[in-house]
């Protein structure tokens, strides 16, 4: 395939004519509606929690805790279910559980029942996730990182559109503009849910061997691998979990460090969303078109840690300047850590399907979506707990840390990618030496 195939022709062309043709073109109209509610839900919750359900910060700090922590068990569960069923009866499942939970808050006067229902919700919200991974990956094929690119672009302006519409419910500030918010979020996932149902499942294509580009034979009746004892794929999933910190930095890291540790002016903080927002849009694809196999995605893994490291260090260095200076420094920050995000967003969602067996990857692609939503589990605490306490040497430490882990998940990726390629082909997947890892 040439160039043009893997990403030429540019944003607009490539959403007409995306990966998966018609398929692909429905499902990034899904995650778009998908994320036009969850980002009205996401500006609004706090505030239907607090106005229309009379909660307290404590009880709504709660809910928030308990819904992270239950949503890392959605991946897997799915996942196990997709291998059964099929990727597209599972997607729609999710969507209809969410729309029913979330549809279920609205008579809630319990709050045991609403700390289950926002549980369940946010179960529903992670598996479905790892479906759409699952999803995209079989329809879009060898092209997935220009998928994964489109993807996030629909993301990104879904999450934007929703924050609009949000602002106007806010706006009027009553408690039947709150529950008119979470309607539309339950009318988001129906509406998802209607436009899955109109696609066929995806059919496998032969397992490709990493790095090799040839289809390999079937396993026929071998027996079916777990992730859960393939300690090679569960390794690198924890690894994944330290290198998804970026989101965690962005919505709480920066933030709070430019409020309670320099001088920069409030006001700066949105600006910290809208670089991201933008920078995604425009250089995601471009990015995407630069990690297009397992090899390269192993090679671009430690600029995931060093770029991380650069908006730690310009972080730290934030601390006790004045407010000109300590505004460009959070804003480089900002610029570098969107950087990690675009190359991470490739390289996970590459190396988590070159390193599952074809034939189990429901099962591994749904024990790989646990990176993420460990993350926003523990990644706030993180970032409260033990960086933004300890100053500017918490965040040089979450940097070398972060970096650390990038260059394991290189070694540990590439030997295993070596493992699993033919004799013709390990050396395509051969460790690239330090200065071409940074490259």
Known sequence: MGNGGHGGGGLWSQLRNPPGGAAGRTMLLVVFADRTGSGVWAAACVLYFTEVDHLTAGRVGLLLGVASVAGIAGSPVAGRLAASLGSRPVLIGCHLLRAASLAAVLFCSSFGALLGLVAVSALGDRAARAMEMLFATDV?????????????????????????????????????????????????????????????????RGRVVAGSGQAAPDAGSAPRPSPWRDGGYLRFVALDCALTIDDAILNVGLPLWLIHSTRAPHALVPAFLAINTVLVVA????????????RQAVRAVPMYGLTVLGCCAAAAAAHGR???????????????????????????????????????RPEYLGVAGMAQSTEKAAG?????GAVISTGPLGWLTLGAATTAAAYAQRHFSAARLAATTTPGAAQDTELPTPSAASG
């Open 140 to 204: 879009a094929g060898d092209r997935r990182s220009v998928y994964r690119a489109l993807s996030r672009t629909a993301m990104n302006a879904g999450y934007a559109a929703g924050a609009g519409l949000a602002a106007i419910g806010l706006a009027v500030g009553s408690p039947a503009a709150y529950r008119a918010l979470l309607l539309a979020d339950v009318l988001s996932y129906l509406l998802s849910a209607a436009m899955v149902a109109g696609l066929r499942e995806p059919r496998h």
């Open 283 to 294: 250089a995601q694809l471009w990015v995407s078109a630069r990690v297009r196999t397992p």
């Open 322 to 360: 004045g407010a000109l200076l300590a505004s460009l420094l959070l804003l480089v920050a900002a610029v570098l850590l969107t950087f990690a995000e675009l190359v991470r967003s490739v390289v996970s969602w590459e190396l988590s399907v070159a390193l599952a067996p074809e034939r189990a």
């Open 380 to 384: 706030p605490l993180l970032l409260t």
